[in-house]
């Protein structure tokens, strides 16, 4: 098989593993088995790291259940490729040509050199960072909660946090699907959240190429281009929330302007695909979603634990028109020029993503008529982009809406373009050495 089906397989496997185990009925408190389409749903959200639920995961499931939840949400964000790589590593197991195809693969690199040296910057890099951001956390969760629930709820949170996942545990404290709703004026938790987000986000080689050159200039373009549109992304964001909601008694109105500003920031930073909340989303007014649906769509970067169509496809076709209404035959940043297979590459991806947020958007419409057109986009985009975010209610969902939405958040973990990679590589044809001649087309 090729390296794209291998990846759609091996998610597929763990999704359906991790189902079996959350239908058991040791995985809830009641003692009952959820269901498998439920655990299914579940399971999807957690390896894709999207963070859509249908029961609160801190009321519904036993401390069997959230570990299980936990441990997928970290092989998702890490790929199960990485993990198996690490397991190699622990039993000194060389690791082949063909497994370094599929580590390729996972972590879209496009050289084969040092990719084991990466995995394992990697592993002690999200472990290290997931450590730290426990360790700040237990500031807040020790004291409220008790040493060992204190110490728990911090490494679940800064794991769900760095994965972009999404998922919480504060539905028994603050009420069911409450997420961080509580911490709306805790500056500790709302900076230490969104520093595990953004460096989720970034994607490894980023975080690899920052440590390692230090120096803004240094870095290489990839680099440039995602710290650029990320920080351009979460500043748009913040100002839209801050002045759109300023005066929503439902949101921010009732804040102070310290509060005001700290809310703003995590919600524009919760839209790089982490799906934490600390303000009502149902209550945000119509053009505060349809924003949030632009750049939820966008999503994180490549190679990292965020899903949507990544910065650097969006930054990629920003410069291909910038270059085509300046009338440049190069496509140019940075004193670097972008190759025409890479503006290709993203103009599939962009159309692909687009056409299917579009087709499901009408999907869950009909079978779900009780959601309005904006909550179900926003709940197909909040899946497809593997946020988390929700208006519409996944726990409402009827069984076909679930699918559709189990279908998406595979469709955004995985990657569209891989998935189709894989469906149609063996009606690949071989690049031919012919050249027709070039026809002429009206555009515009």
């Known amino acids: ?14 999704i359906l593993l991790g189902a079996l185990v959350l239908n058991l009925p040791i995985a809830s408190k009641s003692g009952e088995s959820i269901g498998f389409l439920n655990a299914l749903f579940t399971s999807t959200s957690a390896v894709c790291v999207t963070g859509l639920i249908v029961v609160d995961t801190s009321t519904y499931w036993s401390e069997f259940g959230q570990f299980i939840i936990i441990t997928l949400i970290q092989i998702g964000g890490l790929g199960f490729m990485t993990i198996a790589t690490m397991f190699s590593l622990l039993t000194r197991k060389k690791i082949n040509l063909r497994e370094r ?31 730290i951001g426990a360790l700040l956390l237990s500031l807040v969760f020790i004291p409220k909660l008790g040493l060992l629930k204190g110490i728990w709820y911090s490494i679940f949170h800064s794991i769900s946090a760095f994965c972009n996942a999404g998922f919480d545990l504060m539905g028994v404290i603050t009420g069911e699907f409450s997420s961080l709703t509580y911490f709306i004026n805790n500056g500790l938790i709302n900076f230490v959240v969104c520093g595990l987000i953004v460096l989720g986000g970034l994607g490894f080689p980023v975080l690899l190429d920052i440590i390692n050159n230090k120096k803004y200039s240094k870095l290489n373009i990839h680099s440039k281009i995602v710290l650029n549109t990320t920080g351009i992304l979460i500043l748009i964001g913040f100002f839209f929330i801050f002045i759109a909601e300023f005066n929503n008694n439902g949101t921010l109105g009732d804040l102070n302007l310290k509060d005001k500003v700290l809310s703003s920031m995590f919600q524009s930073v919760t839209l790089r695909t982490a799906g934490f909340n600390t303000i009502d989303l149902t209550l945000l007014g119509e053009s505060t979603l349809f924003l949030m649906i ?16 990544k910065t650097t496809t969006i930054a990629t076709l920003f410069l291909a028109v910038k270059a085509f209404i300046l009338g440049k035959e190069d496509i140019e940043v940075y004193q670097r020029r972008i190759s025409g297979r890479t503006v ?13 947020v579009l087709f499901a958007t009408l999907m869950l419409s009909i079978v779900n008529p009780g959601f309005t057109l904006l909550e179900c986009s926003f709940e197909v985009v909040s899946a497809f982009a593997t946020v988390g975010l929700s208006i519409g209610g996944s ?3 009827t069984s076909l809406g679930k699918i559709i939405i ?39």
Do not use: C, D, H
């Open 406 to 444: 189990i279908v998406l958040m595979f469709l955004g973990r995985v990657g569209s373009l891989t998935i189709f990679i894989a469906l149609l590589s063996k009606n690949m044809k071989v690049k031919s050495k012919i050249k027709y001649p070039e026809g002429k087309i009206i555009v515009g």
């Open 395 to 397: 726990p409402s969902l």
């Open 344 to 356: 290709k590459k993203a103009l599939g991806i962009f159309f692909i993503g687009v056409f299917i």
């Open 101 to 131: 195809l599929l580590i390729q693969e996972s972590l879209n690199q496009m050289n084969l050199s040092g990719l084991v040296k990466l995995t394992r910057y990697i592993i002690v890099m999200t472990f290290v960072i997931e450590g």
């Open 294 to 309: 632009i750049l939820m769509l966008i999503g994180a970067s490549p190679a990292s634990t965020g899903g949507g169509l």
């Open 1 to 14: 098989m090729r390296p794209a089906q291998v990846m759609v397989i091996g998610f597929g496997m763990v």
